[in-house]
Structures are given as structure tokens and as C-alpha cells.
């Protein structure tokens, strides 16, 4: 009896862990958790007893205290005149600027790291760092500039550097549907979202003939049909506007379910859309997808379900080629494996050497999906010796810089006191 209720303590310790999705965008932020033995994931309401999911992506320093606060905190305190409300750091943290607060310069950057570890602070009355099992990052696009500040936020909340994930919106509706009942993504999945105050629309279409399926998702902004406040009339006339524009999205294409987020698809005016979009189709509405999308993106490299099996994501942010170098040993042809297909862009970075004799060409294998022929690239060491039967080790290393840029590196090593190192460095980009 004594060991079966010490076992339960254990247990109950051991999944006391939870995963964290964040979503962050110019406007706002939101963060939803889940403990690591179940599957659903909750959202941080900023009301107690209410579903006010939205932290608003303000900041400001107080004047009377120089303490930092942060969303509606922040926006009250501007009303009290004790401090002035720094907006838009979002933008102006990709734009690398210095903002000046009451004399004194910060980066953007690290005003807006700040506000993300205040934020993520709002869950320590519920767990500690050394619970946080994993965290996921999801924010509307994903260029080299966020990526190396999001890459700072595990040392703000001191977890470890591998427990971040990072996805653009387009992976998290994704994951969302992972994590949903099978029947809603039998076919496509229409995601509308207004979070931003105007439309996007996002596709997220299966590759039925292929096993697994292949998933992409495709993302159609639509800047001129904004949600603001107008008059009833107006209101018609973009109920009509809105059914145009997703009636064409959906032409010739068998959709499952339909997603409507955000403030400005949450009232009452879609009348004529809606019964549209109902007929053969269940329709939701809601305001936190995508930090549930990453929960759940977060709970899958922490506890896998093993979804691959399934579906595979084709995301335009996931390399989608594997790549490695073609070497010829003892009259033989083989490839040596450096980066496999399917990683994020982010992600990617692969080191292999490579012995070369009397040549100044290194073969780059490309490792095409769907099983066709692979490709070889030839990778030239401009002005590299290659007399006197040179032989020469060389370091490759793969990296890229974006979702469409593989960048190669090869560095010259020598072979022993042989053959001295020349200390060459050669660099080549590759457009994938």
C-alpha cells in the first residue's frame, strides 16, 4: 500500500510538465499550455473568468516608479499619465531601431524581449522553468531577424536552448489540426482570420493520392478588406464581400471545415456567408488557434503521437530536398548523408568532410521527394591547387539563411604535413 501511493507521487511529479505555445504578432500576444500526459491544450485568459485571451503587444516604464509593465497594465497606466506607451515593437524590432524612453535609448529589440519574458511571465503561478518541458513560437512569417531574436527567449525564461520551437502561422494551423478529431481534416480546411484587422485566408490541402498524405497550407492576405466599425448597411455589403472572396478560395475544392478567427468575424453580419459555408461543412468560430497550434507543435517533440505516419507537412518553410555529397571510395559511388529533407529552414545545419585528390570540385547530391532521380550540383573551389597529386581534407558545412537559400561552406583542411592546410575558405549559395 505504502509503495503504491509512493509510485502515484512519482507519477504525479513526472507529469507535472507542461509545453507552452506562444503566438506573437504586431498586435498582440497569447499564450496557451498543456500539461505533457494530455492532449488538449488551454489558453491564458488576461480576466479571471473570462475569455480574454489577447495581451496587447504595448510596453511602458513608469515614470514614478521606472518599473516595466505591459499590455492592458501598460494601457491604463498611459491614461494615468506615468509613463508613455511605446507601440509597435513588433515592427520596430525588425527594423532594428533604438526607441527613447524619457532620455534614455533601448534597442527594440530588447524592449520587445522584454515584454515576451514579461508575458511568459503571467504562467508562473502555475509552473516553474524547470517544469517547461517545451516551448513554440508561432508568429504570422519567420525571417532570419526573428528567428535570432526568438532564438534569446529560452535564456529569458531559463529553460534550455532545445526546448524552442519556432513556426510561421501557415505550421501552426497545421499542428492545429493535428491535434482536432480526424473528421475535420478529411478533406481541405479553410482558416479566415481577422486578428490583424484585415482578412487572411489560409488553405490547409491534402495530397489524398500520396501515403502519407502530404499537408500544405496556403496563405492569401487580403489587405483592403479590413473590420472596422460601420453602419449596418456596410455590414451587408461586406457579409457579401467576404462570401465572394471565400466562395472562389473554394472553387472545385471539397473542404471539411471551416475556421473563422479573431474580433472582426466574431459578430453577427456573416448571415448570407455562413449559410454558405455550413452546407456540408462544420464551421467554428474562436480567437486562439494558432498559440494552440503551437502547443501542440511544442507537445509533439516533447511526447510524439506519431501523426506522421498519416500526414506529412509540406511547408514552404521546410526544406524539402535532402542534401549530401557524392563521393567516389575504392571505385565506388556512394552519397554521405548531411541534411535530411523535412527540417525547418532554421534548423538546417550539417557538417560532413570529404576527402578530394587531385580535383577542385566537390559533387553535391540533391535528394529530390516522391522518390525520383536525385540531382548532383558541382561545388567549385575557385583557385584551389590541384597539382602534384594533391590531396586535401575538406570540412563542408550546410546551413541556410532562408526558406529558400541553402548556403555551403567548404573549408580547406589539409592532410597532414603532406599537405599543409591553406587555410581557404569557399562559399556558394544554392536557390531550393
Avoid at 18 to 23: C, E, K, P, R, T
Avoid at 248 to 271: C, H, P, R
Avoid at 294 to 317: H, Q, R, T
Avoid at 342 to 369: C, M, S
Wanted: net charge negative; proline share 3%; charged share 30%.
Amino acid at each position: 500500500m505504502i509503495s503504491d501511493s509512493i509510485k502515484d507521487v512519482f507519477d504525479k511529479i513526472s507529469k507535472d510538465k507542461y509545453v507552452i505555445g506562444y503566438d506573437i504578432n504586431p498586435e498582440f500576444a497569447q499564450i496557451s499550455y498543456c500539461r505533457i500526459d494530455e492532449r488538449t491544450p488551454e489558453t491564458l485568459s488576461t480576466i479571471t473568468g473570462a475569455e480574454e485571451f489577447n495581451i496587447p503587444l504595448v510596453i511602458l516604464r513608469r515614470r514614478s516608479t521606472k518599473a516595466w509593465v505591459f499590455g492592458n497594465e501598460a494601457l491604463e497606466t498611459e491614461k494615468d499619465r506615468d509613463g508613455g506607451l511605446i507601440k509597435n515593437l513588433y515592427e520596430r524590432a525588425l527594423a532594428d531601431e533604438n526607441i527613447n524612453v524619457d532620455g534614455e535609448i533601448y534597442r527594440a529589440e530588447d524592449l520587445l524581449l522584454l515584454f515576451i519574458k514579461k508575458s511568459l511571465g503571467l504562467l508562473s503561478v502555475m509552473t516553474t522553468p524547470e517544469k517547461v518541458m517545451g516551448i513554440c513560437i508561432a508568429t504570422p512569417k519567420l525571417d532570419e531577424r526573428l528567428v535570432n531574436v526568438f532564438r534569446k527567449v529560452p535564456k529569458l525564461i531559463q529553460v534550455p536552448n532545445d526546448k524552442l520551437e519556432m513556426m510561421d502561422y501557415e505550421e501552426s494551423f497545421f499542428y492545429y489540426m493535428v491535434g482536432q478529431e480526424s473528421d475535420l481534416s478529411k478533406y481541405n480546411v479553410l482558416l479566415c482570420d481577422s486578428s490583424l484587422g484585415y482578412l487572411n485566408i489560409y488553405s490547409l490541402e491534402k495530397n489524398t493520392f500520396a501515403k502519407p498524405n502530404f499537408v500544405s497550407v496556403f496563405a492569401d492576405e487580403h489587405r483592403d478588406f479590413k473590420f472596422e466599425e460601420v453602419s449596418e448597411s456596410v455590414y451587408e455589403l461586406r457579409d457579401s464581400k467576404f462570401q465572394e472572396i471565400v466562395s472562389g478560395f473554394m472553387e472545385n475544392k471539397i473542404y471539411s471545415s471551416v475556421f473563422l478567427i479573431g474580433d472582426g468575424l466574431a459578430g453577427d453580419w456573416l448571415k448570407n456567408s455562413i449559410k454558405f459555408l455550413c452546407k456540408n461543412r462544420r464551421v467554428f468560430k474562436g480567437n486562439n488557434l494558432f498559440s494552440k497550434g503551437a502547443c501542440i507543435a511544442a507537445l509533439e517533440k516533447v511526447v510524439p503521437s506519431n501523426f506522421e505516419e498519416d500526414v506529412v507537412y509540406m511547408g514552404k518553410g521546410k526544406l524539402k530536398i535532402g542534401i549530401g555529397l557524392k563521393v567516389n571510395t575504392a571505385g565506388k559511388d556512394e552519397v554521405i548523408n548531411v541534411v535530411p529533407a523535412g527540417l525547418n529552414w532554421y534548423d538546417v545545419h550539417g557538417q560532413a568532410e570529404v576527402i578530394i585528390k587531385d580535383t577542385n570540385v566537390i559533387n553535391i547530391y540533391i535528394e529530390r521527394p516522391n522518390g525520383k532521380p536525385g540531382a548532383v550540383a558541382e561545388f567549385k573551389l575557385k583557385d584551389f591547387p590541384i597539382r602534384n597529386g594533391r590531396i586535401s581534407r575538406i570540412l563542408m558545412d550546410v546551413t541556410m539563411t532562408n526558406e529558400k537559400i541553402v548556403h555551403f561552406k567548404a573549408q580547406d583542411l589539409g592532410f597532414g604535413e603532406i599537405f599543409p592546410s591553406t587555410g581557404m575558405i569557399f562559399e556558394e549559395d544554392l536557390e531550393v
